[in-house]
T-cell receptor, first 117, second 115 residues
Framework: GAVVSQHPSWVICKSGTSVKIECRSL??????MFWYRQFPKQSLMLMAT?????????EQGVEKDKFLINHASLTLSTLTVTSAHPEDSSFYIC?????????????FGQGTRLTVV | AQSVTQPDIHITVSEGASLELRCNYS??????LFWYVQSPGQGLQLLLK??????LVQGIKGFEAEFKRSQSSFNLRKPSVHWSDAAEYFC?????????????FGTGTRLQVTL
C-alpha cells in the first residue's frame, strides 16, 4: 500500500518555541492531507485539512495562527506549532488519501509525539 | 452530524479466545466504514473497510467485520486472538464517494490479551 512518512517521530521543545512536523507521501501524490491530534487514551480529533497550493481548512476550535499548515507540494505537508505551550503536548498524526482499486483510502503516518517543557 | 460509538473502552481476552469489538455509527446515509489498529506510540494501520457489496468483509491479520444496516453497526471479530493483537482499535466512518473525505473516529477500544 501507499506509504506516508512523518518526521520527527518525537520531539521535545521549550515552551515558547516553534516546532515543525513534516508529513510526506512517499510513493504517491496527495492533493489533500489531514492532520489529527490525539490526547492520551483518547481518539483522534481532526485538526485541519491540508490542500496543496491553497489554504488549509481548520476544524472548529482549532487556532489557525497557532497551528500553521503548509502544503507546498503534492508530497509534503507541514504542521508548525507556533509558540508551543505544555498544553500543546500531544500525539500528532497525519494522513493522506490515495487511490486504491477504484476508491480512495487514508494512509496514516507513524505519528509525532510532541512534548513541550 | 456523524458520530461513532465504541461502547467498550477496554476488553481483556485470553489468547486463543474469540473477540468481538463493537462499533455503532450515526450517519445520514450509508457511510464508508473502517477499522484501524494502533500499537503504542505508532500510527494507524487499516485492518479492513466497507464501501458497498458483501456486508461481511475480510481484513488483514485474520480480522473480519460485518456491516448491519438495521443496527447501524460494524462490529469487528476474530475467531482466535493472538497475544500480538493487543493494541488500540478504532472504528471510523467517512462520507461515501468523497475522494478527499475526512474520517470521524470512535473513542477506541483497548484490547488486552492474557496468556
Amino acid at each position: 500500500g501507499a506509504v506516508v512518512s512523518q518526521h520527527p517521530s518525537w520531539v521535545i521543545c521549550k515552551s515558547g518555541t516553534s516546532v515543525k512536523i513534516e508529513c510526506r507521501s512517499l510513493d504517491f501524490q496527495a492533493t489533500t492531507m489531514f492532520w489529527y491530534r490525539q490526547f492520551p487514551k483518547q481518539s483522534l480529533m481532526l485538526m485541519a485539512t491540508s490542500n496543496e497550493g491553497s489554504k488549509a481548512t481548520y476544524e472548529q476550535g482549532v487556532e489557525k495562527d497557532k497551528f500553521l499548515i503548509n502544503h507546498a507540494s503534492l508530497t509534503l505537508s507541514t504542521l508548525t506549532v507556533t509558540s508551543a505551550h505544555p498544553e500543546d503536548s500531544s500525539f500528532y498524526i497525519c494522513s493522506a488519501r490515495a487511490p486504491v482499486q477504484g476508491n480512495t483510502e487514508a494512509f496514516f503516518g507513524q505519528g509525532t509525539r510532541l512534548t513541550v517543557v | 452530524a456523524q458520530s461513532v460509538t465504541q461502547p467498550d473502552i477496554h476488553i481483556t481476552v485470553s489468547e486463543g479466545a474469540s473477540l468481538e469489538l463493537r462499533c455503532n455509527y450515526s450517519y445520514g446515509a450509508t457511510p464508508y466504514l473502517f477499522w484501524y489498529v494502533q500499537s503504542p506510540g505508532q500510527g494507524l494501520q487499516l485492518l479492513l473497510k466497507y464501501f458497498s457489496g458483501d456486508t461481511l468483509v475480510q481484513g488483514i491479520k485474520g480480522f473480519e467485520a460485518e456491516f448491519k444496516r438495521s443496527q447501524s453497526s460494524f462490529n469487528l471479530r476474530k475467531p482466535s486472538v493472538h497475544w500480538s493483537d493487543a493494541a488500540e482499535y478504532f472504528c471510523a466512518v467517512g462520507p461515501p464517494g468523497g475522494t478527499a473525505s475526512k474520517l470521524t473516529f470512535g473513542t477506541g477500544t483497548r484490547l488486552q490479551v492474557t496468556l
